[in-house]
């Protein structure tokens, strides 16, 4: 530091002691309040009292050792009357009757039991809190620390969020695997929100007014018990980043203004594209920056919903009818999407739809549909009574990044779909269980083969399998080691 190393000594233990890095200004700090202390004559006492109080200013954090031995937050707060020096400050009396400028505050798996009537937090004036793994059961002493931006009461027994809408600063809330059977209405009060999560909970509704939150980009509700989603879920035109995964729903609400998503999961639900049970779901074709679309295991889905942005329409089931908003702000079909699973559903044919206008897409995952599995109708698909606009079968011909192709176990495909002898990328190809009679032109010529599994239904030449034998071979770098990869048939 410049000041000798009798500062370097002071400082350096007592940063230690608190586990602080100090910023430039902060180290600056640092050294001229030594010199200032020295120049006086401070005794040594006074100076290293004066030169901890200033280091533990700049502590913005306050922690609890992660599997500590208190049983009751009386044990925490009575513990907190001093600072500690084992590098932690601890959460208590001190922090409010001193009003210290804390930040967060740190009380994770330490399995206590608490009691609101043990402590009051409602001196705290810190912007987060973490509390997972105890046991809470509600957040009735953390309601009253209004000033929290974010709060985590993950794992904590919680059967209860009555009182959240107290915290009307918070932009971010943890409190998934908990007990909790419902979101309370007052949550819609907390509109700064912009990160939810609540996977693996028991939760079978949400507010009807959830769609007021539209500050949220990124929400979990995984792994719950929701049968439906509340239609105002369309006006968070924020989201990036939504799991619905893991529950019981049949349809989605309009996603026309979720033009900001980027990962969407709605697989292991119930849902349904089928006019015949007025059940159709919304297009997805107005989030063209999706790049993760996962809708696998839903096994009533027995037809694909539109990737188009199709012109809305009051009066047909879902919503819209079969027409190509070709004047779309965000353009015309799911151009930024990389990965799409579809797998373990009943679906039943892949056909226009907007498909072959994933123009990046690198991974499409369709194995092992229910029934007689999938097929890839020929021709173009007729759009009833308007012109055939983008109306054409499976064709990857312009996928030029195509990776990961699996259409495993789908014994009605008898072909690799139009176009694959075009994507020069292509890495990693299942189609074994499926009745697909020979490979398309140039295949065994693609250099980048490494795992490639075929029916033994499927006639290959005996130089064509040297060549995918020869390109599969190749030793390749995956998770840190040099390995060979696979062709097979059967």
């Known amino acids: 530091m410049g000041a000798g190393a009798s500062l370097d ?14 910023t430039k200004d902060q180290a600056e700090e640092v050294e001229s309040k030594f010199k200032e202390l020295q120049e006086k004559g401070t005794e040594e006492a006074e100076l290293t009292e004066q030169m901890e109080a ?101 794992e904590c027994e919680l059967e209860s969020l009555a009182g959240i809408g107290d915290l009307t ?22 509109l700064n929100l912009t990160t939810l999560s609540a996977f693996k909970n028991k939760l079978k509704k949400l507010p009807g007014d959830f769609g007021n939150l539209v500050k949220l980009e990124e929400v979990n509700f995984f792994n719950n018990k929701l049968a439906n989603v509340p239609p105002s879920m369309k006006n968070l035109a924020s989201l990036t980043d939504l ?27 119930k849902l349904m594209n089928n006019p015949e049970f007025r059940r159709v779901l919304p297009t997805f074709g107005y989030m063209t920056k999706l790049e993760f679309l996962k809708m696998d295991m839903n096994k009533t889905l027995t037809d694909l919903p539109s990737f188009l942005p199709l012109e809305p329409c009051e009066d047909t089931i879902g919503g819209y009818k079969n027409v190509v908003k070709t004047d779309n702000p965000g353009g015309v079909g799911l151009a930024a999407l990389e990965h799409f699973e579809v ?7 892949i056909d226009g739809k907007g498909l072959h206008l994933m123009t990046a897409i690198k991974t499409f995952n369709c194995q092992n549909q229910k029934g007689t599995g999938l ?13 055939e606009v983008f109306a054409k079968p499976f064709d990857v011909s312009g996928m030029a990044a ?39 032109d140039g295949f065994d010529k693609f250099e980048e083969l490494e795992r490639v599994l075929a029916p033994l239904c499927c006639e290959i030449s005996d130089d064509a399998k040297a060549a995918i034998t020869r390109s599969c071979a190749k030793e390749r770098m995956k998770n840190g080691k040099m390995m060979p990869g696979m062709f097979k048939q059967m």
């Not at 000594?9 to 890095?21: P, R």
């Not at 943890?174 to 059977?181: A, K």
């Not at 797998?343 to 044919?349: D, L, M, T």
């Not at 990961?404 to 990693?428: M, W």
Request: a negative charge; aromatic letters at 6%; glycine letters at 8%.
């Open 375 to 387: 097929k890839y109708p020929s021709g173009h698909v007729a759009v009833e009574g308007e012109e």
């Open 402 to 440: 195509f990776d990961t192709f699996n259409i495993e176990g789908n014994v009605g495909v008898t072909q690799l779909p139009d176009g694959i002898n075009a994507c020069k990328q292509l890495r990693i190809c299942f189609f074994q269980g499926t009745n697909v009679a020979s490979l398309p």
């Open 243 to 269: 799991n619905l995964g893991g529950n019981s729903l049949k349809t989605l609400p309009d996603m026309s203004q979720w033009t900001e998503m980027q990962k969407l999961s709605v697989h292991q639900n």
């Open 54 to 154: 200033l280091l533990k200013s700049f502590v913005k954090t306050i922690e609890m050792p992660e599997n500590a031995t208190y049983s009751t937050i009386k044990d925490i707060t009575d513990a907190a009357k001093t600072v500690k020096v084992d590098g932690h400050l601890c959460l208590g009396s001190h922090a409010a009757n001193e009003g210290e400028d804390l930040e967060q505050g740190v009380l994770a798996q330490n399995g206590i039991q608490w009691d609101a009537g043990q402590c009051d937090l409602s001196g705290l004036v810190i912007s987060g809190l973490r509390l997972k793994c105890n046991f809470l059961g509600n957040i009735d002493i953390v309601k009253v620390v209004t000033t929290l931006v974010t709060l985590d009461v993950s």
């Open 343 to 349: 797998n373990g559903c009943a679906i039943e044919k």
């Open 9 to 22: 000594a002071k400082y350096d233990a007592c940063t230690s002691k608190y586990k602080l890095e100090l």
């Open 169 to 190: 600063s918070l932009e971010e809330l943890d409190c998934s695997e908990n007990q909790l059977t419902e979101l309370p209405d007052e949550l819609s009060k907390c």
